[in-house]
């Protein structure tokens, strides 16, 4: 009987560190097939073919954030993916800035140019769940071979107080963005509890702000040490430095990644991805 016992319980074993495996973002929109690790099985996975990923920030960045204090956020979180540690060497994926984004769009032009934008949306938030989310990732890519074109992060201050600082944390930037930069290089939500990709947050501390073994592998897997590519941080189309083609009225002439999405005819697929649900605790591991 204590054989029987023991093969049982590592069973279980087996089953929860299965379990805490990551997941990648593919291809497949909807209601995809998905795995024991709830990892969506169906169409391409994504990944960024170059060694470097350029983003900028919204020039406007917050009314209740400024531009520095955001940029010195965002590098933190940026430096926090950039060239991980892999079992084999280093990942092969880093993060480059880029000038600050003139014009408060998140947008993909098929045609360029183009900015892998992180902005702030202070006063509305136009996506479901407006008073449950904090952030929303969109990210463009090709449907056939998986490969990212574009990524862009809207953080929602609209509806929730995003803080800086260590103490009298609300709902931590840095924590946040750190999880949505996760999406931004083609993770998709993790059961692992521990994970900066699960896919809850607890309001109040700063705990995301890490990344964590089953992150790290994640990136590892996508972007593994010695991948044959070069560094190429100009987004798609060139690096969009004004607003618009006349520069005029803002950058209400461009498409819509969500415009994409819905056109059949397009080769280009977009993955809204996250949305960490502000009320729900976060679990650690065997709490389930
Ligand atoms: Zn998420």
Not at 11 to 34: K, M
Not at 118 to 136: E, G, R, V
Not at 154 to 160: C, P, R, T, W
Not at 180 to 206: C, V
């Amino acid at each position: 009987m204590r054989l029987a016992s023991l093969t049982v319980a590592a069973l279980l074993l087996a089953q929860a560190e299965s379990a805490a495996a990551f997941c990648r973002s593919t291809s497949c929109v909807g209601d995809c097939e998905r795995d024991f690790d709830g990892c969506k099985v169906e169409g391409a996975p994504l990944y960024w073919p170059s060694l470097c990923v350029g983003f900028a920030l919204d020039a406007q960045a917050s009314e209740h954030i400024t531009l520095d204090v955001a940029r010195e956020v965002v590098r933190r979180s940026a430096t926090t993916w950039s060239s991980l540690e892999c079992p084999k060497g280093e990942a092969t994926l880093a993060f480059v800035e880029t000038e600050p984004l003139p014009c408060h769009v998140a947008e993909f032009l098929p045609d360029g140019p183009n900015v892998n934008a992180i902005l702030f949306q202070d006063t509305q938030w136009s996506y479901k769940s407006a008073d449950n989310s904090l952030a929303k990732t969109t990210v463009t890519y090709d449907k056939t071979s998986g490969e990212i074109f574009d990524a862009d992060i809207e953080l929602n201050h609209a509806y929730n107080e995003l803080t800086v600082g260590d103490e009298e944390v609300v709902y931590d930037l840095e924590s946040i963005v750190t999880h949505e930069l996760g999406h931004f290089l083609g993770l998709d939500h993790s059961l692992d509890f521990d994970a900066t990709m699960n896919a809850s947050y607890n309001p109040g501390t700063i705990e995301l702000r890490t990344v964590e073994q089953d992150d790290v592998a994640g990136v590892c897997a996508i972007y593994p040490p010695g991948r044959a590519a070069t560094c190429a941080p100009t987004p798609r189309g060139g690096l969009a430095e004004r607003c618009g083609p006349d520069d005029e009225g803002g950058c209400s002439v461009a498409r819509s990644a969500a415009e994409l999405d819905v056109a059949p005819s397009v080769l280009f697929g977009v993955v809204a991805a996250c949305a960490i649900a502000r009320w729900r605790l976060r679990r650690r591991r065997g709490s389930r």
